[in-house]
């Protein structure tokens, strides 16, 4: 294994190539999604990816809300 990728909206048009071509360069790829359950993960199914990478949902704060923090 070569390291591990951590992509941010894996479940996105972008981030399921990413994921993709980092399995063909031997990544272990860990992807976050803001809620699977109810967003299908379609891109990945139809990349056939979506077995081979690690989904967890992360719920990021929205850009005006930084400025608060």
């Not at 941010?8 to 063909?24: C, F, H, K, M, R």
């Not at 299908?40 to 930084?66: A, H, M, T, Y």
Request: charged residues 20%.
């Amino acid at each position: 294994m070569t390291g591990t990728a951590l992509i941010i909206g894996v479940s996105g048009q972008d981030g399921a190539y990413l994921a993709q071509q980092l399995l063909e360069s031997n990544y272990r790829v860990i992807g976050t999604t803001t809620n699977s359950k109810n967003r299908p993960l379609l891109n990945l199914v139809r990349l056939g990816v979506i077995d081979k990478i690690e989904i967890v949902q992360l719920k990021l704060p929205s850009v005006s809300r930084l400025d608060e923090m």
